[in-house]
């Protein structure tokens, strides 16, 4: 009997793993482990105990929709929801602090209104107490979606109904494999759905699902360390890291773990792009869906795609369609980088921990930076408006790398939250601008911030734009408020030591401070051979008109500020313990110009050397 054939082509190898490559496998295994990658079995079953709950609670939220669409009591009685999961926690490559992405689907007669209007409140009722923190509700979401936390795990929960379905099977084992669930879906519904269709595809599609996860935790493990982990960013994200590994195990479908990351890295420096990267052939003769297949033959949109990685479920799509022109570069040289190393390590020449070393995009990549920072007065705000500006950063990167004058533009792939105690407006105006005079630190209680970005259509400044916008070159001195002195009047009355005390009525009242919330993405500039200049200011005014013209912009709670600043400038939050912050070189010609005019500096630098 024929061995199956995963994949579009036949396998580039077959061979059994030698005892090297054995050896070196349950190395990697190890340097996961120490890495903290895994997570233990107490805490595993804290998510399985979670997930049964959300069960219960989308049973009992069928329940209640029915109801209040007064159907039929067998109904009514019959009702029932089901929870999937997608993602790193369906694949199996979870580790500790993940999220679990997760689906409701539901029968046909339960609608999205409802989602939003029954299913927040049952999740308190329902809950142990204090068990749900964090709950936000994102109706205006492409796909709409509940986020919230559930005894310390975060929840990312989308909804589907499905629309051939007036009851959902009981089988336990039931799946969403069978494509006509997706007839009568809207766009965003099928993504909903497909999210879970796509994760169960991969796994399918795999010679061998354990020495796949091992080898995707590895790489999860790499992209992440070198910032090139974040498809709203531009880069892959884990569904496209995953295909990849997928794909390579497909080739060498009998191979250790340690061969397939070392193979990773060399199949996709090679790889001929934009052919794309297929788990299968796709399917375009189905017609459940007027949802488009990825097809550059047809959409020019789809010809454009620089890195393709296709989706296995049909309906097949991009999974990349974000990637430019800079973070492709960036990945390129990582790859690059990451197939010198293996190579080594499988050898024995060098140790895994190597492979995970941290990226040096503030310490040493770059000179020059830009800042996006958006900010708002309430923290609900700034989750919709951040949100929003992170879902358009790739665009100004976009704008930004056609520049003549731009060799290289990378963003940053993680944002950083901070929170801001202002007393007057003219702290406020600073703080919109850049400074971090007056940020909030970590271990106060008004510092507890969420990192939970909710990712929205938003809206946009009225006012916007006939006004320049004005890329700094650095960022401004810091300015702080003068102390102000309490003065005593001829009225005062003194102590019996005669000492002056001043009156309660003398003494000012204390400022009410308003709080702003801050997120400040960076992409780091690297200029074109031979530039001389930079003008980035028709680009950087063109994507923040585009920002303040969205509705959901609200001139009196939101702001938007894009600065220039150099390395030596960047805030000391953004670098790690350890790390060396850089410093501004001082020009030899400039010494020399101050000692010449300055005979005291020369005095002590010749005292210096004659002592």
């Known amino acids: 009997m024929a061995e199956r054939v995963f994949g579009v082509t036949p396998p580039i190898s077959t061979n059994l793993p030698t005892d090297a490559e054995k050896r070196s496998n349950e190395l990697l295994a190890k340097e996961l482990r120490a890495q903290g990658t895994f997570e233990s079995t107490m805490e595993t079953e804290k998510r399985k105990e979670v997930l049964k709950r959300l069960e219960d609670i989308a049973n009992e939220f069928v329940r209640r929709a029915a109801e209040d669409k007064k159907k039929p009591s067998h109904v009514i009685q019959t009702a029932r929801g089901r929870i999937f ?79 051939t379905m007036i009851q959902l099977p009981d089988d336990p084992g039931w799946s969403l494999a069978d494509n006509n669930l997706l007839r009568g879906l809207t766009e965003n519904e099928v993504r909903s ?10 796994l399918h599609l795999v010679p061998e699902p354990a020495t796949f996860r091992l080898a995707l935790r590895a790489i999860k493990l790499w992209a992440q360390k070198k910032a090139i982990y974040a498809n709203i960013m531009g880069y892959p994200g884990g569904v496209a890291w995953a295909m990849l590994v997928a794909r390579v195990c497909q080739l060498y479908p009998k191979a250790a773990s340690s061969l397939i990351v070392c193979k990773f890295f060399h199949i996709m420096l090679k790889w001929p792009w934009p052919l794309p990267v297929l788990l299968k052939d796709i399917e375009y003769n189905s017609s459940v869906t007027r949802v488009a297949v990825w097809n550059p033959k047809i959409y020019p949109t789809d010809r454009n795609h620089r890195m393709p990685i296709i989706t296995p479920a049909y309906p097949s799509m991009c999974a990349t369609h974000n990637v430019g022109k800079s973070s492709m570069a960036v990945i390129q040289k990582e790859l690059e980088i990451g197939a010198r190393l293996t190579d080594e390590i499988l050898l024995g020449r060098r140790p895994w921990k190597d492979l995970f070393t941290k990226h040096t995009f503030f310490t040493q990549d770059f000179k020059y930076y830009l800042t996006v920072i958006s900010a708002s007065k309430t923290r609900e705000a700034q989750n919709t408006w951040a949100g929003f500006i992170e879902s358009k950063v790739r665009i100004l990167v976009q704008k930004i790398e056609i520049h003549p004058s731009i060799g290289l533009a990378r ?77 005593t009047s001829a ?95 001082v020009k030899k010609k400039r010494v020399a110009e101050d000692q010449a005019t300055n005979p005291s500096v020369k005095r002590q630098q010749t005292a210096a050397a004659t002592a």
């Open 85 to 163: 999961t997608y993602g790193s926690y369906r694949l199996g490559v979870y580790g500790p602090g993940s999220d679990i992405d997760t689906l409701v689907v539901v029968p046909k007669y339960v609608d999205v209104e409802q989602y939003f209007k029954i299913f927040p409140d049952l999740l308190q009722e329902m809950a142990p107490p204090g068990a749900i923190t964090d709950l936000t509700p994102v109706p205006e979401a492409f796909v709409p979606i509940i986020k919230f936390e559930f005894s310390g795990i975060s929840i990312d929960l989308i909804f589907c109904s499905i629309q």
């Open 193 to 202: 759905l497909n999210g879970t269709r796509v994760t169960d595809e991969i």
């Open 411 to 487: 963003p940053y792939n993680k944002s950083y939250e901070r929170i801001h105690k202002c007393k007057n407006d003219a702290q406020i105006e600073e703080v919109q601008s850049g400074s971090l005079d007056y940020v909030v630190k970590e271990d106060a209680p008004e510092a507890t911030t969420t990192n939970r970005v909710v990712k929205s259509e938003i809206k946009s400044e009225p006012n916007a734009g006939p006004h320049p916008v004005q890329i700094k070159s650095e960022q401004p001195e810091e300015t702080r408020l003068d102390t102000i002195a309490s003065a």
């Open 491 to 585: 009225g005062n009355i003194k102590d019996e030591d005669g000492e002056t005390k001043i009156k309660l009525e003398d003494v000012p009242e204390e400022a009410a401070e308003t709080t702003i919330y801050t997120t400040n993405h960076y992409i780091g500039l690297q200029l074109a051979d031979g530039a001389k200049s930079l003008d980035l200011s028709r680009e950087v005014n063109d994507w923040k008109a585009m920002c303040l013209n969205n509705p959901l912009f609200n001139a009196h709670v939101n702001s938007l500020t894009i600065q220039h600043i150099r390395n030596f400038n960047l805030p000391d939050d953004v670098f790690e313990p350890g790390e060396v912050k850089p410093v501004k070189v």
